[in-house]
């Protein structure tokens, strides 16, 4: 056995691509999470098909994992990938795009035949034609290696065949010298009640490692120091499990019961699952026959007094829009949530985006304000979902709470809070009558406002003397009677906008980070762009560039203080997914000349982007 | 086991103080008129009753009853209503709907209530017309008709509700009319009656733009031959003298014949609770409009697990397996690790 040196890195990026069928996800997820119980900080970027199963071979179908694995803290799952592992043609020709020069690349060799290399679209076999020569290549036979290990098991060949991404995770976690146990111990746990399919996978994972080991291929291995975090417990959450977490978390804290109704969506669906499996917090989750009837039993729930959630994706929101106009007429609390994806119509089902801003916005007919809050991170995911609760039951309002497939999708260690110091939410239900008729008797009106937060009383069924109907036709102010008095008319449109206008003087003021306080650019976003923007503004900084950054939580209302910071900036640059829906807001509400920095390619922005946008800008000061 | 004392209650009490706004003669008043005064019978407190309606005349009903009410948008009420009923089991929820309301713009809506058998009463106002709209034909309307929306006559093939309700997996489904108070109350209590999703399809007469479509079964001089009254274990027999029936032909089909043509023993004797809804669905086809004899009353009245008992068992079963929710161990509970 050669005795190899260890080299170490700060960082490495590595991204997994192969046929849909080939399990990248799996095989990305587990190294994952062999990396972070090494320590490492990380980020991850599951980038996939639509489809379940593209046509095997092609660039359709390639579905890749993308992790960034350092030994400091680091705020997105890297630019460009230092290693990519490819299982086939299409995994390489469809990423090849983001490789660098001088990176490696670990290609399974045994998918190189001639027709899976027309099949991806190649002229010529890249692996001899000299079109790879500017990078590392190892070329691995991971097929037949695989199907050799699987012989031992008893394994047909084309059934172990399917266990070839455990050669390749093995390979790689020999490279990186990540630890086996936590991954072996998973494939007995996942494949335990099928030994044979158990033996071969564990056999491939074995195989790939000793692989590394023996081959003589590979000059050194690499290691990555575990980064230094904070003392505590951590996970490496998903931001749709976190804001799953955080809507279980809210109810507790409410002292409420959650009725979630949804209908299935990409990529909102994980929080249906989650949400499912969790029935001993008193959750009630209901599958609705569609997005109408998913927020209408939420609404229906909520009259009831549960917390009621309704999850979806943009165009199940585009549905849902009828009801949210109810929602505000009755101002009962709902929590809306919205995993974003790439639009307009069926648009781009499994890739990230943040274009439905405006759609939250202003998506209801007639004057119909609601709260919007939206999540930064994968894990800020759950204190998101707290906050959208909170300002839903406080205020009596549907809140609409955005997250996307980034957000949702990729994961990042989150060291998670203490749950003894939540604190609480005070859902305040009306007992009994709130005003004296002329004649001395005592009278429930559902529409006299609480005179701080404009509020109205929540008076769920079930309380004698509290009998009341509501609609969604206009009401008169304090009765809550049908009105269409015209005056009374104009009169409600102003106190609902008032009321979630009121938000703002309960909010945060927006923090900016302006290192040396003396910046005249300032980058503010919202949503998942924050990691990108981190990264983008800490590469300026390192080079001696001056900028400011804040990230919005609230989009409706703005934190009190956002005219004055946008005020003391010369510029102002909007990073977004979409085609400027925030710098349009801010333009129309404080006359800011705000830039917008645009990308709509379903993947999150390069921190490079940021830097070099922020550079322009810098440059025309 | 305690007992809990109903207070005894009057119409009045079940009545709410806001000025009832249909169109003079309207059916909706009888209809309002027959549940106001039924509710002091059921048993029930009125803060635990809840109207939850849709939008079109008929949506209006909970502005007029003294329990809590909820007047919501066009065909949602049943989804509405479900994600009341399912997380409040102790309410008693109402959902007062239209034709249009119910089979066309919400028909998605009702047959999933229908087919998961939530607990609802769901009440249809049947007038074959749309109403607050002013005048267009309706999913219910016959084929031809003749309104704003179709000047040369409507082309539409109507849905046969009951029909409908039956093929959506109900398990428990009636027709009334508004001209028989004695007749919709009984239909209101044992729906009310029925655990799960009871379906009523009430006939109502819309007099300013349908008016008299249902003169013709449910005119007082026009029942007796038009009207066929089902009564659970009794043959189904109708006419002036109980002189006609409804017997099964040798290929299967129902008919109505003379009973003095084939004898009483081959008239079919009614029976609401059969499992298979075979025959409550040829009993609601023996009339494809109110031109020709119609069966009225309960057509189908079988026991299916409740929806929300099932949900709500689902989360107390889970909770005694698994102990209450903890936060804490719930955020543990993928693999974690302790950095000291």
């Known amino acids: ?621 | 086991m305690t007992t809990v004392e109903i207070p005894l209650t009057t119409r009045k009490d079940w009545s709410s103080d806001q000025e009832v706004k249909w169109c003079p003669g309207c059916g909706d008043y009888s209809i309002l008129a027959a549940v106001q005064m039924l509710m002091p019978d059921l048993g029930v407190r009125r803060e635990k009753t809840v109207f939850v309606s849709g939008i079109g005349c008929a949506a209006r009903f909970p502005y007029y009853m003294s329990t809590y009410g909820l007047h919501s948008i066009h065909g949602r009420a049943p989804a509405i209503a479900t994600g009341l009923a399912t997380s409040r089991p102790d309410l008693d929820v109402w959902v007062v709907s239209g034709d249009g309301d119910s089979l066309s713009i919400g028909g998605n809506h009702l047959i999933h209530a229908l087919r998961r058998n939530v607990n609802l009463n769901i009440l249809m106002f049947n007038n074959q017309i749309y109403g607050l709209t002013k005048g267009q034909y309706s999913p219910t309307s016959e084929e031809g008709k003749i309104t704003k929306s179709t000047p040369f006559g409507s082309l539409d093939h109507p849905f046969n509700p009951i029909s409908v309700a039956i093929g959506a997996e109900a398990t428990f489904v009636a027709r009334t009319h508004d001209m028989d108070r004695a007749h919709m109350q009984e239909m209101f209590r044992r729906a009310h009656e029925h655990k799960g999703a009871a379906f009523v399809e009430v006939y109502q007469n819309c007099n300013v733009f349908n008016d008299g479509a249902f003169e013709g079964i449910t005119g007082k001089d026009n029942r007796a031959e038009m009207l066929i009254n089902l009564r659970h274990g009794e043959p189904i027999l109708f006419g002036s003298d109980f002189d006609k029936g409804v017997t099964r032909r040798a290929n299967g089909e129902l008919a109505v014949v003379p009973v003095a043509e084939v004898g009483l023993d081959n008239i079919i004797v009614h029976d609401v609770h059969r499992e298979d809804p075979a025959l409550a669905f040829a009993l609601s086809r023996l009339s494809t409009g109110p031109t020709m004899p119609t069966p009225i009353g309960v057509f189908r009245d079988v026991q299916r697990a409740e929806y929300g008992e099932m949900l709500n068992a689902q989360v107390e079963d889970t909770k005694a397996k698994r102990g209450d929710g903890d936060l804490h161990a719930l955020l543990r509970s993928n693999s974690f690790w302790t950095v000291d």
């Not at chain 1, 490279?175 to 044979?196: C, M, N, S, V």
């Not at chain 1, 931001?239 to 409410?254: F, R």
């Open chain 1, 1 to 621: 056995m050669t005795t190899r040196q260890t080299e170490q890195l700060d960082r490495v990026v590595i991204r997994f691509a192969g046929d849909s069928g080939d399990g990248m996800q799996l095989t990305g997820d587990r190294f994952t999470a062999s990396s972070a119980t090494l320590g490492n900080d990380l980020a991850t970027f599951p980038d996939f098909p639509a489809e379940i199963r593209a046509p095997a071979g092609t660039l359709a179908g390639v579905s890749a994992f993308q992790v960034a694995i350092s030994d400091h803290d680091i705020s997105t799952p890297g630019d460009a990938p230092t290693v990519l592992v490819a299982m086939n043609p299409a995994g390489l020709k469809a990423n090849m795009g983001v490789m660098e020069r001088g990176t490696t690349l670990i290609i399974n060799a045994d998918a190189f035949d001639e027709r899976s290399i027309t099949k991806a679209g190649y002229a010529s076999n890249p692996l001899t034609d000299g079109s790879l020569n500017q990078y590392t290549v190892y070329e691995v036979p991971m097929t037949s290696i695989t199907q050799e290990a699987g012989k031992e098991a008893g394994v047909k060949p084309r059934d172990a065949e399917r266990s070839k991404n455990f050669f390749a995770l093995g390979l790689v976690s020999w490279l990186y010298t990540r630890p086996t146990d936590a991954t072996l111990e998973w494939i007995h746990a996942k494949f335990g009640g099928k030994p044979q399919v158990e033996d071969a996978n564990t056999r491939a994972f074995r195989a790939g490692y000793d692989f590394g080991e023996t081959a003589e291929l590979f000059d050194a291995r690499y290691e990555v120091r575990p980064s230094v975090f904070a003392p505590g417990d951590y996970v490496n959450v998903s931001g749709n499990t976190a804001l799953s977490w955080g809507l279980i978390a809210a109810a507790k804290m409410a002292d409420l019961p959650m009725f979630l109704g949804s209908y299935p969506i990409t990529p909102a669906s994980d929080i249906l699952h989650e949400l499912s499996k969790r029935k001993e917090f008193g959750i009630r989750t209901f599958q609705a026959e569609d997005e109408i009837a998913g927020i209408g039993s939420a609404l229906g729930a909520a009259y009831g007094g549960s917390l009621g959630v309704t999850t979806t994706s943009g165009p199940g929101l585009a549905l849902k829009g009828e009801t949210l106009g109810l929602a505000v007429s009755l101002e009962l609390p709902l929590v809306v949530v919205n995993i974003q994806r790439g639009g307009p119509s069926t648009g781009l089902p499994t890739k990230t985006e943040q274009s439905d801003l405006l759609q939250a916005m202003y998506g209801r007919h007639g004057e119909a304000p609601l709260p919007i809050v939206a999540a930064k991170s994968p894990s800020d995911c759950f204190e998101a979902a707290i906050e959208a609760c909170r300002i839903a039951v406080k205020y009596r309002t549907p809140v609409i709470l955005l997250s996307d497939g980034y957000l949702g999708n990729g994961t990042e260690p989150w060291k998670l809070p203490d749950t003894s110091t939540l604190g609480t939410i005070e859902a305040n239900f009306a007992t009994k009558p709130n005003h004296v008729k002329e004649d001395g008797s005592e009278v429930f009106w559902p529409y006299l406002r609480n005179e701080e937060t404009l509020a109205r009383p929540w008076a769920p069924p079930g309380v004698a003397g509290l009998e009341h109907r509501i609609g969604g036709l206009e009401k008169a102010d304090g009765t809550g009677n049908v009105s269409y008095d015209n005056v009374n008319h104009e009169k409600m449109v102003h106190l609902r906008q008032a009321k979630v206008d009121g938000i703002a003087n309960d909010i945060a003021d927006l923090e900016v980070d302006d290192a040396d306080g003396d910046a005249r650019l300032l980058v503010i976003g919202w949503g998942s762009t924050w990691g990108s923007i981190a990264a983008g503004v800490q590469r300026t900084r390192a080079k001696g560039g001056k900028v400011a950054q804040a990230h919005l939580r609230h989009l409706n209302p703005f934190p009190k203080n956002l005219g004055e910071v946008l005020s003391k900036y010369d510029r102002v640059l909007v990073p977004e997914m979409n085609l400027g829906q925030l710098s349009r807001m801010l333009r129309a509400e404080f006359l800011v000349d705000a830039q917008s920095l645009s990308k709509m390619q379903g993947s999150p922005f390069r921190a490079a982007e940021i830097e070099a946008a922020i550079a322009e800008q810098l440059g025309a000061l």
